[in-house]
């Protein structure tokens, strides 16, 4: 069994920096073997994938966030981060982390809100 909380939304003005963290507890193996994700749904919209990393630190990241968002992990802390710089409105959404590749291990997310 696996657990994720995520932290570290909130309110920021256009052109600011947010930084998620992922806390995972449960099996270290299954943590410290598998991708960590994490995935944006804003309202009306289908869930998406904004940036991945493998165990061995091979990250992905979709084209909409490319440049400005970083993903990392720090496996002794079972923790993912997603460092979000140069906010736009349209990064608004609740931000989930997951674990594993088509998996059912998510968090319960954190709401990011990027307005003036």
């Known amino acids: 069994q696996v657990q994720l909380v995520e932290s570290g939304g909130g309110l920021v003005q256009p052109g600011g920096s947010l930084r998620l963290s992922c806390a995972a507890s449960?099996?270290?193996?299954?943590?410290?073997?598998?991708?960590m994700a994490w995935y944006r749904q804003a309202p009306g919209k289908q869930r998406e994938m904004v940036a991945s990393?493998?165990?061995?630190?091979?990250?992905n990241y979709a084209d909409s966030v490319k440049g400005r968002f970083t993903i990392s992990r720090d496996n002794a802390k079972n923790a993912a981060y997603l460092q979000m710089n140069s906010l736009k409105p349209e990064d608004t959404a609740v931000y989930y982390c997951?674990?594993?590749?088509?998996?059912?291990?998510w968090g319960q997310g954190t709401q990011v809100t990027v307005s003036s």
């Open positions: 449960g099996s270290y193996f299954y943590i410290y073997t598998n991708t």
């Open positions: 997951r674990l594993g590749q088509n998996s059912n291990y």
């Open positions: 990393i493998t165990s061995t630190d091979n990250t």
